[in-house]
């Protein structure tokens, strides 16, 4: 998730998108006139009068709390909360999926009736566990992981106490030889319907050259962390780390990537989603 802030400069162009990095998550505002550093108050509410879209800045703490109250936490499954809740004393807590991105990954597996679906990068299973529940009775997940042991200690014996662990298939491997594998061995009629890609950033577009291969058309690959904590807002040319790099590799192959239609969304710290259409 995002930890930084990021500066605005003072006297923006006209219609320009203002991002701000708050709380472990993100302020959008859309102002269609000139305004000064001023106008953006990072303590709390504020307002500009001068712009005719007549926008409030609102806390996304606060914001995102109403969200989880209101929509996540009542439809959150009794064992993802206890995943969720056991994985917080972690200390790479910060890896898991939040459980807004998981109501979105469930949603997403439903409208698509997905059967198939492959996972890279697991920790300690919330996706993992949230796409078993949201697969049919017949449904199967491949999942992909270099170190199987945080979700071994934390994370099988909510899929068990679910019912949906025989849905589960786990690879203990690095993903791209695992991946190289079933790209030689795989029909036509045995691609997977969608993938989850939450790993490595430096390999996530090595994974994307694999999983087109793997995903039939049609179907979904979804990107975590594609904003990486605010990252990507790097200066053109400047050094970066080698999962930065990754990251704003992939946003710019995707962004012209013929085989698929994406969209970026503002969730947790950035997932984008892709459907393969050649």
Request: net charge neutral.
């Amino acid at each position: 998730m995002a930890q930084s802030k990021c500066l605005l400069q003072s006297q923006a162009l006209l219609q320009i998108e203002v991002y701000e990095i708050w709380n472990c998550g993100w302020e959008i505002g859309r102002l269609n006139g000139r305004f000064s550093e001023e106008i953006v108050s990072i303590s709390g509410l504020s307002y500009n009068p001068r712009a005719s879209s007549r926008r409030l800045w609102l806390p996304l703490g606060d914001l995102i709390k109403y969200i989880l109250q209101t929509s996540v936490y009542p439809r959150e499954h009794e064992q993802l909360k206890a995943l969720r809740e056991e994985t917080r004393h972690h200390r790479w807590a910060g890896m898991s999926v939040p459980p807004d991105e998981g109501r979105l990954l469930s949603l997403l597996l439903k409208l698509m009736n997905a059967k198939k679906t492959i996972e890279v990068g697991v920790f300690t299973g919330y996706s993992l566990l949230t796409t078993a529940l949201a697969l049919p009775k017949d449904g199967k997940i491949t999942a992909i992981d270099i170190n199987k042991s945080n979700y071994e200690t934390i994370g099988r014996k909510y899929a068990q106490r679910a019912g949906v662990e025989d849905k589960i298939e786990f690879i203990e491997s690095e993903a791209l030889p695992f991946l190289d594998k079933l790209v030689l061995e795989l029909k036509e009629d045995e691609l997977f319907d969608f993938a989850f890609v939450d790993a490595d950033k430096a390999n996530y577009t090595n994974y994307h050259e694999r999983l087109l291969k793997l995903i039939r058309v049609g179907g979904v690959i979804m990107y975590d962390n594609t904003l990486w904590g605010g990252s990507v807002l790097a200066p053109v040319n400047s050094k970066v780390d080698r999962e930065t790099d990754g990251i704003i590799r992939l946003n710019k192959q995707l962004a012209v990537d013929p085989r698929i239609e994406m969209s970026q969304v503002c969730i947790g710290d950035g997932v984008t989603i892709c459907i393969r259409i050649a």
